[in-house]
């Protein structure tokens, strides 16, 4: 409101812009008002069992401990495991996507015959639910018994591999790019769409040669749309669970097990409400500073926009 | 949270239901989706028709999901639900931290609500025992089950061998490395290697029972290092990795069951409630040669099979007492048990609760398996089933409540072991330190 009164104060407009002015500002409100109660007040109730002892099954011993669940997790040489294994699954899973993706966008960026049928094709993957994608992999090929990766291996008369035990993270990698491969082309391919064809042209008659119109030209057109997709990708990956839930439960030890699958077996087998949710806290802040530095790398690529054009 | 506000809505649904209807009572019933259940579900109507003051409504989960549901339920004193499925485990548990209502008290103050002709002295001793707390019983046994081994005869017999009446472990060992045939898709045995504290934990605890070990001493000092322990889950990885089945650490009660079913392993050691399955023509290919043993003992006669139990609890939060208990006493009972036989065959009845269900001669006539499964279940004791004395009451499980995470916890060292990224002694060195700091977390051992 004193924002308003400044505004008012300087050119002197009549009383009737200042009251629609003070009415404009005060119509969200029931929205922001909704907005806090979903999304804020159960981030409350996390951050105030994340200060309790709390174990569902020993209702007796509850009590309030302070910051010791957040200290105990820090001080857990599993934490930091647990924590490496969330960023290298997610950066790994972004940069294949984007590279695959990328491949995948310039070819369906030609005109060829089927190409509405191959584009429907490479998007499925997508579009099937996580767990069913990863029952997919788990039993029709990565099965060491009856897989297919098995019988292929089997028929070159090699021993049959069991991905799942033998690199389960990348194992679990490999699952996930799969499925968000498609995410990636889509939001590049519109990027490649909206490019204009005669910069190309130009180009082209300028002598440039399709690995200079792509780093000089699509490169820089497509940024934006790469920046885009990255900070959205890495926001889901970073919380991928069914993959896990379903292929590996977060073994063999704890080599696949990310902060999502982490909180839920801190809550759901050893049942310990508190530090589960001084878990969850910690995913909080990892997810805000990513996002943080994915903004800030966006606003960057806004401003240096506006400065060229 | 947002399971929090999906049970509040719930709630708030149930009880505009029963506003609007006072006289039929709805319960609601959670359980697991296990054959059995799913069983019990499809005779609602029966029920329903029996006693037309109650209408059910089913809520059916996997069990890891149903775990977590009606814990969380239970826990916060939700009352979702007015009849939990519970196992074994929870049932004491519960029971102490007064969640559940004694079915014996319940019982006493509703007479006429209990299923005419129930008999509790029917019900197998050893259940009753895993089910009761304090000499109450808080739960009635659905399906009770053990472990056993099950082998493929025709393997055995083209390979000239002969499965003794009780075999050890040793044989088990020689038997599978004599049967496996990886290249041709054969393997000598198939296991459990599933990380969980109720998928690979349950048979190997019963093998390291049977191998002289125990979880904890009478002080709650863990004992995963003994060399007991050490014995026993070095045997139990090797005997997989060397003549066992492929993808031993994805390997749970399913995979394994598709595994033997299919006729790819020589022999299997799970739940007695698999023969079941296994004998049923839709489901196996191995009906005709399928061969049933006790559970491999080693050095030590005791603890080397399981006891289990699915059972139907009535959280105290539940405002129908009187009509859940109806419900419960129907569906354990005899005539529930003689309307599943004479409705879908004798083969599908709920097994290993009552004596009388092995006294009957239709379901002996269709379950060869049975004496085996009753000798077992009879055997099994869940407060003896180590050499050396124990604070706890389980034979594949500890009946505290923070087994749950120590036994996933300790599972995953296993996995590891099993995959050979680690050793034995490394696996079993850092799963005694997590075990530890539970139980110093949890209070029963200081520091």
Redesign the interface.
């Given at each position: 409101m004193a924002q308003a009164a400044t505004l008012t104060a300087a050119p002197a407009p009549p009383a009737r812009q200042a009251n629609a002015f003070a009415l404009r500002r005060f119509l969200p409100t029931p929205a922001i008002l909704f907005m806090i109660v979903v999304t804020q007040v159960p981030l409350i109730f996390t951050l105030s069992y994340s200060l309790e002892r709390w174990n569902f099954l020993r209702p007796e011993r509850r009590g309030f401990i302070g910051l010791n669940n957040y200290v105990n997790i820090i001080q857990d040489t599993d934490f930091w495991t647990i924590l490496f294994n969330t960023l290298y699954l997610t950066f790994s899973v972004v940069l294949i996507t984007l590279v695959v993706g990328m491949g995948l966008a310039l070819l369906l960026n030609r005109e060829f015959f089927g190409r509405g049928l191959i584009r429907t094709l490479l998007i499925t993957p997508f579009l099937l639910m996580p767990t069913v994608s990863a029952v997919l992999w788990k039993n029709v090929l990565f099965n060491p018994a009856f897989g297919l990766f098995a019988a292929l291996f089997a028929l070159l008369g090699l021993p049959r591999p069991d991905p799942l035990a033998q690199a389960p993270m990348l194992s679990v990698i490999i699952i996930v790019a799969w499925q968000w491969t498609p995410f990636m082309m889509l939001i590049l391919l519109a990027g490649l769409q909206s490019l204009d064809h005669e910069q190309i042209e130009a180009a082209q008659i300028d002598g440039a040669g399709p690995l200079m119109l792509f780093y000089y030209i699509v490169l820089p057109h497509l940024r934006r749309y790469i920046e885009l997709a990255v900070l959205m990708e890495t926001l889901f990956v970073l919380s991928i669970f069914g993959e896990i839930f379903v292929t590996t439960s977060g073994g063999p030890g704890i080599q696949t097990t990310n902060l999502s699958f982490g909180i839920y077996q801190e809550a759901f087998q050893r049942w310990n409400i508190g530090s589960a949710s001084a878990l969850g806290v910690y995913a909080i802040i990892l997810a805000n500073i990513v996002m943080v530095f994915f903004v800030r790398v966006l606003r960057r690529g806004q401003k240096e926009g506006i400065a060229t054009s | 949270?947002?399971k929090l506000?999906i049970l509040l809505l719930v709630v708030l649904a149930l009880s505009v239901g029963f506003a609007q209807a006072q006289d039929t009572v709805t319960l609601t019933i959670a359980t697991v989706n296990n054959p059995d259940m799913v069983v019990m579900e499809s005779f609602t109507e029966v029920f329903e028709a029996e006693h037309p003051n109650i209408d059910l409504n089913w809520v059916i989960l996997p069990e890891?999901e149903l775990?977590?549901t009606v814990?969380?339920d239970v826990?916060t004193g939700s009352s979702t639900f007015d009849i939990v499925t519970v196992g074994m485990f929870e049932a004491p548990?519960w029971a102490g931290?007064g969640w559940i209502h004694s079915i014996t008290d319940l019982a006493a103050e509703y007479p006429d609500n209990v299923q005419a002709d129930y008999g509790f002295d029917d019900l197998l001793p050893g259940v009753v025992a895993g089910l009761s707390y304090e000499g109450e019983l808080y739960a009635a046994p659905f399906y009770g089950e053990s472990s056993m081994l099950f082998y493929n005869t025709a393997l055995f017999e083209e390979a000239g061998l002969v499965m003794p009446e009780q075999p050890t472990w040793e044989q088990v060992r020689e038997f599978a490395c004599a049967l496996h045939d990886?290249?041709n898709?054969q393997?000598g045995i198939v296991l459990r290697g599933?990380?969980?504290?109720g998928e690979v934990m349950a048979p190997l605890t019963t093998v390291v029972n049977t191998f002289g070990g125990r979880w904890f001493d009478e002080n709650w000092e863990p004992q995963l290092t003994s060399p007991e322990w050490n014995e026993a889950v070095s045997f139990y990885v090797n005997l997989i990795n060397e003549c066992g089945?492929?993808?031993?650490?994805?390997t749970g009660f399913t995979e394994a069951l598709t595994?033997i079913a299919?006729g790819?392993a020589a022999m299997w050691v799970d739940a007695t409630v698999a023969a079941g399955f296994l004998s049923n023509p839709d489901e196996s290919t191995i009906t005709e040669t399928l061969g049933f043993a006790p559970a491999p003992v080693g050095p030590v006669p005791k603890g080397n099979h399981w006891l289990w139990a699915w059972s139907l609890a009535i959280p105290t939060t539940t405002t129908h007492p009187a009509e859940a208990l109806e419900f419960v006493t129907w569906a354990t009972s005899r005539d529930y048990i003689n309307l599943v036989g004479e409705t879908n065959g004798w083969q599908t009845v709920p097994p290993g609760t009552r004596i009388s269900t092995y006294e009957n001669q239709n379901y002996l006539d269709a379950a060869p398996f049975a004496p085996v499964v009753l000798g077992l279940m009879q055997a099994a004791d869940p407060t003896d089933s180590t050499r050396d004395p124990v604070p706890y009451v389980g034979v594949q499980f500890v009946g505290i409540?923070?087994f749950?995470?120590i036994g996933?916890d300790v599972s995953?060292?296993i996995?590891?072991a099993?995959?050979g990224?680690?050793t034995v002694e490394e696996a079993l060195q850092r799963a005694n330190e997590v075990a530890r700091e539970a139980v110093i977390e949890?209070?029963y051992l200081s520091e």
């Open positions: - | 949270m947002r506000s890891n775990r977590a814990t969380t826990a548990i931290n990886p290249d898709g393997y599933l990380p969980g504290w089945q492929p993808g031993a650490t994805s595994l299919q790819q409540p923070e749950q995470g996933t995953q060292f996995a590891d099993l995959a990224n680690i949890a209070g």
